[in-house]
């Protein structure tokens, strides 16, 4: 056997690592239901925020966390804490991507886990304007 | 019904669709050409002169089409929707320069443009490479000229064209007022540049990036004339120094996208593994691994198929992240990612057709690869060189198959979603990598090629790795390193910068032109050096203390409130929030930073930062951080949330609120906006001459302290007097919280008291959340990326140097 031979294998063994990590690290889109089943579990939940309901952002007392109210694809709706500032323009977007998981009736996401989509900012290479916003 | 339509120009438009399509045709027509130049040796001549007239019609047709839309983007001729969505008339000159790259139809022809320009010297300089070599470069003209062509056939749009005129186009062509003859007087300006992007790096980054984008077209295609002309082992000669040239200039453009990243945008960092990052960093990693082997290759002849392969997927890889940056696939999981324009079909053809014809060529030239039962010794430079090759495309397809999770999510139905922490999943991938990369990076070049003496080799080496424990054990300590994974990596950094400076001095003996690849390797180790550590000991100063404890659910307590007048201490400096200040439609920020003098206890002035949002309602506001350069460190200050709403509400209110009453008993604390209000008790120690009483008058005090956010305590007692039997209190004013309190009354039965406290208008209103880290040593990041750029650029110069005097020879 070369020795070409035995890094080859080497590699391939890396490689197949890549790949299992690659999918066992991944999270999944799901909606709240999913989310609530396996409470604990992190999940990318997609939804629209919900307007009529306040925010909760008291800044005084915590600027790191930040409560908002979102309706899944499925329509349900869920408390969602955001441990971080309030984004910029957070009420102009459309649509928003919480990463996630619930504890109790409530939808933690920590820092860096929010992606907010306006469409006025997804035009072509504007869309660079979501960095921005989500603070992430 | 026809409208004779104000104040339009449109010959400009037909020059630049008769443009386009002469650029298209004649692209085509030099690609077919150049084919029979050199598969028809007979004609070879004749058709060598055609396709080198198509192909000049194709080039003037490209720089004219510049020449014409930056004709229309200067004298602001709105009519046409492209220049009326990028552009407008207040745009600073160097803003509506670069508005042409904003859209993906400029960025397109500017890729094209750059094209042109290198296969200018592949025709001057080429000999006999020139007609092999043009075909391919012609046939990626004639697919980057068809994604602007904008003709419909059969239904299916071929390209969105620049010219269309805004009356035109779909998203307008609704609207009422557009039909009207002089629709043109009511448009007021264009939509103009992105404010985010209006930024020095948007005129320097897309024209440099781009030429490294059309850099990689020109080994891909030495390799394919290689393959179409049998002469499969010459072209890695040529191709070396283009090769590295692209690898400068991508690198240059990557690195000042991260530039860009770090100084404007407000992630915090210059590299967030975000998709659009790694899509041209993955065409990048393997084309160092393709230089690399090719060098390999022309020493021993080996390396053949990896150069051929890796030469191919630098190329195509490109084109994927073209793809996948353009196409809207990446959707969800890219923070700025790009709508689709209609294209993803024809992108994938053009990906399809050079995968087919790079697999197709290699496929009937398989017999010719000369086949090597030799082995590489274990001590021999080219042995390791393949290693690093290896890692490099195991790195690249490890940031790959991430990257593209949202294709597999397309083809396979599937809703996989990227990792939490995405920055911890790819640093713990690619830190162990670069371990490796540096250490190689560091020995590679004491190895010799063939065979190295192992004694000689371990003589040299020693000196390197000595030195290297000693600074890395000296550096860990100082910075308190404690992950192994971030200590090996900081050994395998100096390690390389200390082996390299070392064989320059010692080996090269300073010969500079020689020394261009010791140069980029340290610039390389600096690269690493710096990222670690300003990355893994990156200080989050504005950490905020006092918040209520939210537990391990919410670890991240990194913005702090500031109240306008309020200083805070962060880290070593005391921060003040001066006010705010609105020019134009840029709001500025003051942050004062205070150095603390604490024999004196005094606060001396250190310096003051201005981050901005620019308030934009049509695009969003945009914020951007202000960082503070020290040659050892930055200090980065963010504003992540202020109140933008009632802006331009007078700024300076001394209103008081309606008061708040409370009923309190001893002991009890009341909460306002800024402070927390503690009642003490009640007390009789009252100067009773001061205020004109009797002995038979009443007056009570409540003794209050009021501690406000920075823990500072403020003592106050307002006061309950019964005064010839009326009742009246005599209020407090606590002017540096903006607090009014008083006294109203005092119940016998259960000795509680009610406390009335009304609050100044501006208490609720000026305060900012910010954000404040320090990078520190983040200039050796910097210092690292010159090194690269001019260590690359010694070794372009001596290569193209190397090949001129074989070509005199030959």
């Keep these: ?13 890396v490689a197949l690592g890549v790949i299992v990590s690659t999918i066992s690290s991944s999270s999944t889109y799901a909606p709240f239901s999913t989310a609530m089943e396996h409470e604990g579990k992190t999940y990318h939940v997609v939804g629209k925020l919900n307007l009529e309901k306040d925010f909760i952002y008291n800044p005084e007392q915590n600027a790191n966390i930040f409560g908002f109210f979102l309706v899944d694809n499925e329509g349900r709706e869920m408390k969602v804490l955001y441990n971080d500032s309030k984004p910029q323009d957070f009420e102009k977007s459309e649509q928003i991507v919480v990463i996630g998981k619930v504890v109790g009736n409530e939808f933690h996401v920590g820092q860096g886990g929010l ?22 | 019904m026809n409208i004779e339509y104000i104040g339009e120009a449109l010959v400009f438009g037909k020059i630049g669709n008769l443009l386009i399509a002469l650029a298209f045709a004649g692209a085509l027509l030099a690609a077919i050409s150049y084919y029979f130049g050199y598969k028809d040796p007979l004609e070879s001549n004749s058709w060598k ?150 930024n020095y790096w948007m005129v320097i980054h897309p024209p440099v990036l781009f030429l490294g984008f059309a850099s990689t077209l020109i080994p891909f295609a030495f390799a394919m004339a290689g393959l179409m002309t049998g002469k499969i082992r010459e072209w890695t000669a040529v191709a070396i120094p283009w090769s590295f040239f692209g690898i400068m200039a991508l690198g240059t453009g990557i690195l000042m996208g991260a530039a860009w990243a770090y100084e404007a945008l407000s992630f915090g960092g210059f590299w967030a593994w975000d998709p659009v990052e790694n899509a041209s960093l993955v065409p990048w990693i393997t084309f160092v691994g393709a230089g ?20 191919t997927a630098t190329f ?19 923070v700025h990612a790009f709508t689709d324009l209609g294209m993803t079909g024809q992108l994938i053809i053009y990906m399809a057709f050079f995968v087919v014809q790079a697999g197709y060529l290699m496929f009937i030239n398989r017999k010719a690869f000369p086949k090597s039962d030799k082995e590489d010794g274990l001590m021999s430079r080219e042995f390791w060189m393949f290693i690093g090759m290896l890692v490099l495309v195991v790195s690249a397809m490890q940031i790959t198959l991430s990257t593209s999770m949202p294709v597999f999510n397309k083809i396979f139905g599937t809703s996989v979603a990227p990792p939490e922490d995405v920055i911890g999943y790819y640093n713990s991938w690619q830190i162990p990598f670069a371990i490796i990369i540096c250490i190689l990076i560091g020995f590679g070049q004491f190895l010799k090629y063939k065979d190295t003496k192992q004694n000689e080799f371990w003589k040299k080496l020693s000196v390197s790795i000595i030195i290297s424990i000693i600074i890395s054990g000296f550096v860990a300590y100082y910075f308190q390193f404690d992950r192994v994974q971030y200590v090996l990596l900081l050994f395998a950094a100096i390690f390389a910068i200390v082996a390299n400076a070392d064989y320059g001095i010692r080996v090269l003996k300073g010969k500079m032109d020689h020394a261009g690849g010791s140069v980029a390797h340290i610039g390389i180790g600096l690269i690493f050096l710096g990222a670690l550590i300003s990355n893994a000991k990156s200080q989050v100063i504005s950490k905020n203390l006092l918040n209520i404890d939210l537990g391990k659910e919410f670890p991240n307590n990194e913005n702090i409130m500031l109240t306008k007048g309020d200083t805070l201490q962060m880290a070593n400096y005391f921060i003040t929030y001066k006010g705010k200040e609105k020019v134009g439609v840029n709001v500025y920020y003051e942050i004062e930073y205070l150095d603390a003098d604490f024999k004196n206890g005094t606060l001396k002035h250190a310096f003051t930062l201005k981050p901005t949002v620019q308030l934009n309602p049509r695009m969003g506001n945009v914020s951007e951080p202000a960082t503070k350069h020290f040659l050892s460190k930055d200090i980065y200050t963010h504003v992540t949330y202020a109140d933008l709403e009632d802006f331009d509400k007078p700024a300076a209110n001394d209103e008081f609120l309606e008061p708040k009453t409370h009923t309190v008993s001893a002991g009890d604390t009341i ?68 607090l009014k309190i008083s006294f109203l009354k005092i119940n016998p039965d259960n000795g509680k008291i009610d406390l009335a406290i009304s609050e100044k208008k501006d208490n609720k209103r000026e305060f900012i959340i910010m954000k404040a880290i320090i990078f520190p040593q983040i200039n050796i990041l910097w210092s690292g990326c010159l090194l690269l750029i001019i260590g690359s650029s010694m070794a372009i110069r001596k290569r193209f140097r190397d090949l001129a005097r074989q070509r005199k020879l030959n």
């Design chain 2, 292 to 311: 690399h082997v090719m060098m390999i290759n022309r020493k021993n002849g080996s390396s053949l198929i990896s150069s051929f392969l890796l030469t």
């Design chain 1, 115 to 136: 992606l907010m989509k306006c469409p006025s900012k997804y035009n072509g290479n504007e869309a660079q304007q979501n960095m921005i916003s989500s603070g992430t």
């Design chain 2, 671 to 738: 909460s306002t906006s800024n402070s927390l209000v503690y009642f003490e008790g009640l007390t009789q120690s009252v100067d009773r001459n001061a205020l004109g009483l009797s002995p038979e008058d009443i007056v009570v005090g409540a003794s209050l302290r009021v501690v406000d956010i920075n823990k500072k305590m403020h003592e106050a007692i307002p006061l309950f007097i019964i005064k010839e039997k009326v009742v009246f209190s005599k209020e407090v004013l606590i002017e540096e919280l903006g």
């Design chain 2, 49 to 198: 002169k055609i396709a080198r007239y198509a192909y000049l019609v194709h080039s003037v047709s490209v720089i004219s089409i510049f020449v014409v839309l930056y004709y229309l983007i200067f004298n602001h001729r709105f009519e046409y929707y492209y220049v009326w969505q990028h552009s407008s008339t207040t745009l600073p000159w160097q803003y509506i320069f670069a508005s042409f790259w904003e859209g993906q139809e400029g960025s397109f022809l500017l890729w094209t443009f750059w094209h042109v320009i290198l296969s200018f010297f592949i025709i001057k300089k080429g000999g006999t490479w020139e007609a092999p070599v043009m075909v391919t470069i012609c046939l990626v003209q004639a697919f980057l000229m068809s994604m602007v062509l904008g003709v419909t056939i059969f239904d299916y749009k071929i390209g969105t064209n620049p010219f269309v005129l805004l009356r035109e186009h779909p998203d307008m062509a609704n609207l009422p007022f557009i039909h009207m003859a002089d629709y043109l007087q009511k448009i007021d300006d264009g939509r103009g540049l992105n404010p985010l992007l209006q």
């Design chain 1, 1 to 13: 056997m070369k020795k070409i031979h035995i890094i080859g294998i080497i590699l391939i063994a």
């Design chain 2, 316 to 334: 195509i890889l490109i084109l994927y992240s073209t793809f996948l940056t353009r196409s809207g696939i990446l959707g969800e999981t890219s």
